[in-house]
């Protein structure tokens, strides 16, 4: 069995992640000796030896409903978002927020893949629910190389998840070139799961006791502040069109 928890993993916040997935392992008393950070994330979602993997409720959606089960959404404290949840922020330069979303999306929008629920699903429901749409797109592959995109006027805007907007304001300067001109609607979060073959029940608990048991120096890297499992009908969004 082995666990990867890929979506906000990086380099300052490894060790982090790192304790996490101990305290989980010391929980259930198995599972691999360390995270994985090797295996492509898609193909770790299919794996039937996966024990706690994160993934975006999009993929979730679309094409692994039937091959995971979820044991929660970690709650990262975003403001005025529910626990469980998050949004993403609409960023621009900053010489163009007068301009506002609208005229934003005449331009080039950035996104980073269209599985990304945070990256393409999301803001293409608001801007249509608007009356909008994307002028042109450009994939990007990440929500970092979206930023940039934006930053070296690539593009003209761009939609990041607004836990991974949080990491760039901390760990990226150039995320100071841009600024936010509004956030979309909330959906479920980035969701723990394991293969389908498994007990969520004692992965749950473990995960949930190794978030409360996190040094308070992790716990304030990671911003998670506890787990919450969403119903079923949470995840019944209508899919995006691709771009």
């Known amino acids: 069995m082995f666990a990867r928890l ?22 259930l008393g198995y599972g691999s000796a360390h995270l994985d950070r090797d295996t492509d994330y898609v193909t770790g979602w299919g794996r039937d030896d996966l024990l706690l993997g994160q993934m975006c409720n999009l993929p979730y959606r679309a094409q692994f409903r039937d091959q995971v089960s979820r044991i929660g959404c970690a709650d990262y404290g975003l403001p005025d978002t529910p626990a469980g949840y998050y949004h993403s922020v609409f960023v621009v330069r900053k010489d163009d927020a007068a301009r506002g979303l609208a005229p934003a999306t005449l331009g080039q929008f950035a996104y980073s893949d269209a599985l990304s629920q945070s990256g393409w699903g ?14 042109t797109t450009l994939r990007t592959g990440s929500h970092i190389d979206s930023m940039l995109a934006v930053a070296d006027g690539r593009a003209d805007l761009a939609a990041i998840d607004g836990v991974t907007w949080r990491m760039l304001q901390a760990w990226e300067p150039r995320a100071a070139e841009l600024c936010v001109i509004d956030r979309t609607a909330a959906s479920p979060g980035m969701t723990f799961v394991t293969a389908n073959t498994n007990d969520p029940e004692p992965i749950r608990a473990a995960l949930c006791a190794a978030i409360a048991d996190l040094a308070p120096d992790h716990a304030e890297t990671l911003g998670m502040i506890g787990l919450a499992v969403l119903p079923d009908s949470a995840y019944d969004m209508v899919l995006p069109t691709p771009p």
Not at 14 to 25: C, E, N, T, Y
């Open 6 to 27: 890929p979506m906000y993993d990086r380099r300052e916040n490894s060790a982090a992640h790192d304790s996490l997935w101990a305290g989980v392992r010391s929980a």
């Open 122 to 135: 999301a803001p293409l429901a608001m801007v249509a629910a608007k009356g909008l749409k994307f002028h």
